[in-house]
């Protein structure tokens, strides 16, 4: 005889929340930082209302200061401690205020602030970049090699030999639940500021030259080589062994590098490959 399961729901931590606090919660955007990483900064300029649990004693503290670092000083915030509990607490105020007060780890959050108006897709102006004196893969170019990427939502992303971090962050931007991993020796600090201005928490730098700098990442689904420092036929071949259904965009000025990589494609496994010439 089969047994008969049979499931009584429960109230869940959102539509408690938001009942207490006298708002919706049709129009939040859910999220989680317990045990995981995810784009809130994102979220929030994106949808303006954004509920996550915590999870640890320093999951608040630690959001109100990374909100503050991205400029986004005018977040209300409402936390709600131990909900149904006897010592249930809620507290209500701005990112700076709740910032340096503690809170126990069974905590609930909502973020609310006015939405950005988003444009949904790539192709950022050129001067809307931090650039200084630094090489930068400019905005016909990466349209087209974004839409060769085929991103999506979720993708895991390496752009190997970043310069402003112009292409990370439109790649950070769109695969906003994604990841995307920057490989770059020079002018990190210039690529954190673009990571900061534009909201792209996403993103993470890996100092260092590949292929040796992709050893230990998560495995790609999509992979973006601005620049090769020589190591072409190594950096494809790391990245055919950390997912060999990758895809992958070579941007490439110098003939030589046309030359090496078309080579690459004869010799290594690969299949639907295609070449663009952009003038």
Partial sequence: KEEELIVYPGISSVVAFCAKLKTSWDDVKLMSLHGRGQNIVHALKEYGKVFTLVGTKEGVPDLCKKLIDYGMEDTKIFVGESLSYPQERIVTGRVSEIMNMEFDPLTVVLLERKKDDFIVTHGIPDEAFLRDKVPMTKEEIRSISLSKLQLQKDSVIYDIGAGTGSVSIEM??????????????????????????????????????????????????????????????EILKILLQKNNKIRIVVNAIAVETVAETLQCLKELPFCGEEVVQVS
């Fill in 172 to 233: 950070a931007l769109q695969a906003s639940e994604g990841r995307v991993y920057e490989k770059k020796k020079e002018a990190v600090h210039l690529i954190l500021e673009n990571k900061k201005k534009f909201a792209a928490d996403n993103l993470e730098v890996v100092e260092g030259l590949a292929p040796e700098a992709l050893e230990g990442l998560p495995t790609p689904t999509h992979a973006f080589i601005g620049g090769s420092s020589g190591n072409m036929r």
